[in-house]
């Protein structure tokens, strides 16, 4: 039998799809930990009959009281505890980082025992930038608060990553497209899986796609960083005619200007000459 490791909180990637991803180390940790902390006792209760694991589950999630933290700290400090989401890296768009912070302060051990993460994955299969790249989680359900969310990022030199649903799908890259302009992209999906499939492509058509078939499974969009390439007086023609024939032309100069990333100005004033 296993022995128990040390007193501490250990940090266990779990598999994102194929539970042979499942690392000899973590298999270990998770046979060897004294009591489990599971986002969904009956997700973990499968992998951890994969792992040869039998350590009692307590179930802990972003929903979780301060005194159900409170009581898992009090097990850290005597115990081995093994924290485990329903997939993937804890911590990264998972529940976990209150309970890292509260260990840490209470100067209780933490180990990290690494492994699958979708965010990852999805970056070495979609062919884009991976020397500087934001992992943005979930964008907002609602399209008002889903485009402002973007347009806070949409600047930043380097590519996108997040997370969605396949209902929601269509709408989101909708969104990206119309604050990020048509991006190169990706969208990833079930990764690990079966049916793993990664469909690259502009922003627009990834958005069409999808659009009128929701897909289902596990899904990450890696957007590429923002075009550096000038630009032309085609390109401001044509996103101008667009907007002018729904916006008047101080609204539509602004929108432009701030989706082309070029002075208001020289929008403002080519809108008035395309309006004449």
């Given amino acids: 039998m296993d022995q128990s490791l040390p007193p501490g909180l250990y940090i266990v990637a779990t598999p994102i799809g194929n539970l042979s991803d499942l690392s000899p180390r973590a298999a270990e940790t998770l046979r060897r930990a004294e009591l489990i902390l599971a986002e969904d006792k009956r997700v973990s209760a ?29 097990a850290i400090a005597a115990k081995a505890v093994a924290l485990v989401s329903d997939a993937g890296t804890p911590l990264i768009s998972d529940p976990g980082y209150k309970l890292v912070r509260a260990a840490r302060m209470a100067g209780l051990p933490i ?44 600047d930043i030199k380097a590519s996108l990553v997040f997370y969605e649903s396949g209902p929601r799908l269509g709408d989101s890259l909708a969104d990206l497209a119309a604050v990020l302009g048509d991006r190169d992209a990706a969208v990833v999906r079930e990764i690990s899986k ?44 044509t996103a101008l005619r667009a907007a002018l024939a729904e916006m008047s032309p101080s609204r539509a100069a602004a929108d432009v200007a701030a989706r082309l990333k070029i002075p208001k100005k020289r929008a403002y004033s080519r809108a008035l000459e395309l309006g004449r």
Avoid: W
């Fill in 46 to 74: 499968k992998l951890l009959a994969h792992a040869g694991a039998r350590a009692p589950m307590v179930t802990y999630h972003d929903h979780s009281s301060d005194e159900d933290r409170r009581k898992a700290l009090d």
């Fill in 194 to 237: 079966l049916h793993e499939e990664c469909v690259a492509g502009g922003l627009a058509d990834l958005a069409t796609q999808y659009g009128d078939a929701p897909p289902k499974g596990e899904i990450v969009i890696v957007v590429g960083p923002p075009n550096e390439r000038e630009t032309t007086q085609e390109d401001l023609d």
């Fill in 111 to 154: 180990f990290t025992i690494p492994g699958p993460c979708a965010a990852i994955a999805a970056l070495t299969v979609a062919g884009l930038p991976t020397d500087r790249f934001l992992f943005a989680g979930f964008l907002p359900a609602k399209s008002k608060a889903r485009r402002d969310a973007i347009g806070e990022i949409a």
